[in-house]
C-alpha cells in the first residue's frame, strides 16, 4: 500500500510540474528569483501588477508600466535558462525512471504471471486479488484445517513443482495467543509440523520463502460409530425371516451359507467405510451418516475390522471388530428326559414317557414310534405321535406320552421300545432317532417279588449297619476302658483322635440308616401301585420305615453328640461321655433288632401274599391257553403238525413256549412254598406243597406242553382245564392261612380312615391320568387309534366312579356324600363325552374338576384324622408321604378315628398318591379275565361219540363255537 502511495505521489507531481506549474506565471516567477533575485523580483512584480489590471484595480501609470515590462522582456533574454531549470536534476530522475522500466520489462519477460499479478494488485487495490510469489504450495486454495481434538496432529504443505523458489525451512506460526512457533525443514518437497495436543479453535500463519498465508484449524473428535447392526438373510431351505442382530463389538452366530448386511450409523458424515479380513476386503463410500455394505455367503467362521473415514479424513482409534461364527445346521438332539422311570412298568400303569427334542435352527417335525414284542416276536409297530412345525418355529419341544399298557393290549412280560424321531429343514437329511426306551411290561405277582426282593436288600443293608453299630460300640468300650484306666487329667492327642475317629463312624452309620429309610420310602412308594400291597402292609412297612428314621436321627445322633463332647473334655468327663455314648448305641442297637424282627415278619407275610397271587397267574394263563386253544381248533383239529398252516403253526409254537414257561414257574413256586412252610411251619403251605408234589407239577405241565406241539388238542385242553383248577384250589388254600377282609360300614368313633384315604389318593391319581391321555388326544399330532383310546377312556372312568362309589358306601358319612355326589357327576360326563370320542375342553374341565373334588375329599379326612395341612400341602401327597404322617401321629400319641366333617381346607391337585382299595374292582376287571362256566353234564347225550375223557373238553370247544 506504501509503494502504491509513493506511486501516486510521483504521477502527481509529474502532471502538477509539467502541466499545472509550467502555466502559472507566478511559479515561474519565483523558479527565476533562486536563481536571480534582482531580475525575479522585478518579473514577479511585473506578472503581480499585470494580475492586478486584469482585475480593474491599478494604481500605477501605464507608461511606467510598460516601460518596465520592455525593459524585463530584455534582460529575460539575457537570463541562462538552464541555471533556473537544471538538466542535471531531471536526468538521474529520468536515468532511474529508465533503469526501473527496463527492470521491469526484464521482470516480466521472467515472471510475467507474478508482474500481471503485481499490476492487478496496485491497479485495483482494493480488490481481493491473491498475492502472487515465488514459492508455490499445492493447494493453496485451502484455507482451512481440521485436527483431532487434544491429539497431537501432523499438517504438511508441499511445494508445488512449478514453484521458482523453494526454501530449505518453513515457519509455522499460531497467530492468536503465540502458543507455538513451528519451523519445519524441507524434506523431499514437503514441510511436515507437528501440532501440539489442542482443545480449542485456532489459528496460524504459514511463511515459505516470500509466501505467507493464515489458516483456520478446527479441532474436532473422532468419529464413531453409534449403531452397528447385521441384518441376517438365512438360507432359504430354513424359511427364516430375516433377522437383525446387534454387531457392535458383538459376536453374532449365524448358519452355513447366510448372507450378511451391515447397517451403521455414525455420528458424522462418512467418506469411506472398510470391511477387511485376512484374505479380503470391503468397501463402500456413503457420503452420509448411514451406510449399508453388503458381504458375501458366510461359509467358514469371520474376524472382520471395520474402518471409518469422516469427510474430515479421520478415522476410529481402533477398529470394530466383528465376529462372524459360521454355525453349522447340526442334526436334531433326541434324548430321553433324565427323570423319566425307565423301570418295568405295571399293567395298569400310566406312565409319562417324555423325550426332550431340539434343534439349533427349528425342527420341522418330529415322531413317536412304538414297538411292541411278545417274546421274541414283534407284534405291532406303529407310530403314537408325529407333530409338524411348519407353521411355527420351534427350537426346544418336549415330546410325552402318557403311556398305558391297557391302551395297547400289553400282557405280563411284553417288551415295548419307544423311540422318538425328530427332522429339521437341511435338505435330504435322514431322521435323528433316539435311543430307544425299552420297557419291561410287569404283571403284579412279578412286581410284587420284584418289590420283595428290593425291600430284602433294604434290610440286609440295615443289618449291616446293626453289626456295624455292635462293632462302633465296641471299640467305643474299648476306648472308654483305655481312658479310665489313664493317669493323666486330659486327653492325649492319641485318644482324641480315637475319639474323633469313633464319632465320625458313628455319624457315617445314622446317615447310612437314613438314607437305608429313604430308600425304603421310595420301594413302598413303588409298592403301592401294585393292589397285592394292601392298606395294613403298606402302613406296617411305613412304621418300621419310621422307627428307623428314628433311630438314625435319635439314639444314633445322641451317642454321636456325646462322642464329640468326649473328645474334647478332660479324661475323667470324657470317660463318663462315652459311656452314656454306649448307653444310646445299645438303644439303637435293640432298636435296629426290634425292626429288622418286624421287617422279617412282614416280608413272611408278603411272600405268603406273593406266592397265593403267583398261583393265581398260573391259573390265569392256564385258562388265556384254553381258550386260545379253542379258539383255533376248528381250523387245527385232527390235522398233523405238518400239515398247519404258518399262522396256526405259530400259534401253537407260541402257546408251547407259554406253557413251558408256566412249567417253570410252577416248579420254583413248588419249591418256593415248600421253603416258605419249612420256615414258618404253617399247615395250609405244607399241604399246598404235598399236593403240587404229588401232583408231579413240573412233568405235567411239560407233558401239556408237548401234546400242544404236537397238537393233540382235547389231550391238551383236558389238561389245561385241569391244572387250571389246580392252581384255584392250592390259591385258595394259602389264602384260607391269612384272611383278611374289609371292615366296611364302619362309622363314628373309631373308625380309621387310613384305607379310604389311600383309594382317594389312587382314585385322584387315576383321575390325573385320564386327564392327561385325554388332552394327548385332543392333539392334532396323535396318530393313534383314538377310538380304541376313547373306549378304553371311558372304561377307566367307568371303573373309577364305581370305586368312588364303594368308597363312598364303605366311609358312609352324611356330610361327605355332596362332595361324593358332585365327582360322580363330573365322571358321569367325561364318561359320556369320551364314548362320544370327545376330546375337548369340556371334557377336560369335567375331568379336572371331578380330581379337584377328590383332593377336596382328601383334605377333609385328613383334617378329621388330625393331619389336615391345608390343600396347597396336600396337593402332591404320595401314598408314602401320607402313611409317614400316620406313624408321626402314632408316635406323638394322637388318637385316630375322629369322624371326618367338612373344614376350610379345599382346593384341588394335579396329583396323587398310589395305593388304594379300588384295585380290588380294577384286578377283577383289567387283570382277571371272566370265567366261562363249565358246560352241564347233560351235553354229553348230544355228541354220543366221543369218550368220555374227552367229553368236557368238547363241551367247552362247541360252547366257544356258540359263542
Known sequence: FSGLLSALWAVFNVILHSFYYT??????????????????????????????????????????????????????????????????????????????????????????????????????????????????????????????????????????????????????????????????????????????????????????????????????????????????????????????????????????????????????????????????????????????????????????????????????????????????????????????????????????????????????????????????????????????????????????????????????????????????????????????????????????????????????????IARNQEAVQFETLSAEENVRKSTEQQLNSKESVEINNLKNDQSDLAKRLNSSARNGSDIINEASKNPIFDPETLKDFASSLSEIKETSSGSMRESENKLSAAATSNSSEASQSMMQSVESQERALEELRKVLAKFSEQLDRLEARTLAQRLKKLEKTEKKLSMKLVSIMPSSVGKLPSQLDNQNLSSFYEMEKTQTQVSADADEVKKEISRYHERTQKAQYGKVSQLMEEAKVKKGLSDVALRIKKNISFQALENLDYWESSFEEWSKLLDQESPGGDSQGESGEGKDMTEYILSLLKMRKIQSDILFKTKTLDQESFRGNKEVWSLSLKDQQDTLMIDLTDTQISIAEEALNPLFDDAHMEMSKSSDQLSKQTFDEETQAAQKESKDIISDLINLLLEGQGQGQGSKDNESLTAMEFLMMQMGKEAAGTGQGNSPVPGNTGGGSSQGGSVDQVTKSLRGSTLTPPKNDSSSKGSSSVTPSIAPEFQEAMEKYFKAIED
Not at 518453513?170 to 514437503?190: D, P, R, Y
Not at 474436532?220 to 446387534?246: A, G, T
Not at 469411506?272 to 456413503?286: G, K
Not at 425299552?438 to 440286609?460: F, S, T, W
Request: glycine content about 4%; aromatic content about 10%; charged content about 25%.
Open 23 to 464: 502555466r502559472k506565471l507566478t511559479w515561474l516567477s519565483k523558479r527565476v528569483r533562486k536563481v536571480y533575485r534582482a531580475e525575479g523580483e522585478r518579473l514577479l512584480g511585473i506578472i503581480e501588477i499585470t494580475e492586478q489590471e486584469k482585475m480593474g484595480h491599478h494604481t500605477f501609470s501605464a507608461q511606467i508600466f510598460e516601460a518596465a515590462q520592455h525593459k524585463m522582456a530584455q534582460e529575460i533574454n539575457s537570463l541562462q535558462v538552464g541555471k533556473i531549470f537544471s538538466w542535471k536534476k531531471v536526468r538521474v530522475p529520468t536515468v532511474s525512471a529508465v533503469v526501473i522500466l527496463l527492470l521491469i520489462l526484464l521482470a516480466y519477460a521472467s515472471f510475467p504471471g507474478l508482474t500481471q499479478n503485481t499490476f492487478k494488485r496496485w491497479s485495483v487495490p482494493f480488490a481481493s486479488v491473491e498475492r502472487a510469489t515465488l514459492t508455490e504450495i499445492l493447494n493453496d486454495e485451502t484455507k482451512s484445517f481440521n485436527v483431532l481434538k487434544n491429539e497431537s496432529n501432523t499438517i504438511r504443505f508441499s511445494l508445488a513443482a512449478s514453484s521458482r523458489r523453494k526454501p530449505n525451512y518453513a515457519e509455522l506460526i499460531q497467530s492468536n495467543e503465540a502458543k507455538f512457533h513451528l519451523v519445519s525443514t524441507l524434506n523431499g518437497g514437503i514441510y511436515e509440523f507437528n501440532i501440539p495436543p489442542q482443545s480449542e479453535d485456532f489459528s496460524f500463519e504459514l511463511i515459505v520463502g516470500d509466501y505467507r498465508k493464515e489458516f483456520s484449524v478446527q479441532s474436532v473428535n473422532r468419529p464413531r460409530l453409534e449403531v452397528l447392526s447385521s441384518m441376517v438373510k438365512f438360507p432359504e431351505y430354513l424359511s427364516l425371516i430375516p433377522q437383525k442382530l446387534d454387531s457392535l463389538d458383538n459376536q453374532i452366530e449365524v448358519p452355513e451359507n447366510s448372507e450378511i448386511t451391515f447397517q451403521g450409523k455414525a455420528n458424522r458424515k462418512l467418506s469411506q467405510i472398510l470391511i477387511t479380513d485376512s484374505t479380503s476386503r470391503y468397501a463402500v463410500n456413503p457420503s452420509s451418516k448411514d451406510f449399508v455394505l453388503k458381504l458375501p455367503k458366510i461359509k467358514e467362521d469371520k474376524r472382520y475390522l471395520l474402518h471409518i473415514i469422516d469427510h474430515f479424513g479421520f478415522s476410529q482409534r481402533e477398529p470394530v471388530n466383528v465376529f462372524l461364527k459360521m454355525q453349522k445346521d447340526l442334526p436334531p438332539v433326541v434324548n430321553l428326559d433324565p427323570l423319566i422311570d425307565t423301570s418295568p412298568v405295571l399293567l395298569f400303569e400310566t406312565r409319562k414317557i417324555s423325550f426332550r427334542i431340539k434343534d439349533d435352527f427349528g425342527l420341522k417335525e418330529c415322531s413317536l414310534i412304538c414297538n411292541i414284542f411278545r417274546g421274541e416276536k414283534k407284534i405291532k409297530g406303529l407310530e403314537i405321535i408325529r407333530e409338524n412345525f411348519s407353521e411355527i418355529e420351534e427350537k426346544n419341544f418336549e415330546l410325552s406320552l402318557p403311556f398305558d399298557p391297557s391302551l395297547f393290549s400289553l400282557e405280563d412280560g411284553d417288551v415295548v421300545t419307544l423311540i422318538a424321531s425328530a427332522v429339521d429343514y437341511f435338505p435330504l437329511r435322514q431322521p435323528t432317532l433316539s435311543k430307544p426306551l425299552k420297557l419291561q411290561i410287569i404283571g403284579p405277582e412279578k412286581h410284587a417279588e420284584m418289590i420283595r426282593n428290593r425291600i430284602d436288600g433294604v434290610i440286609a443293608e440295615i443289618a449291616e
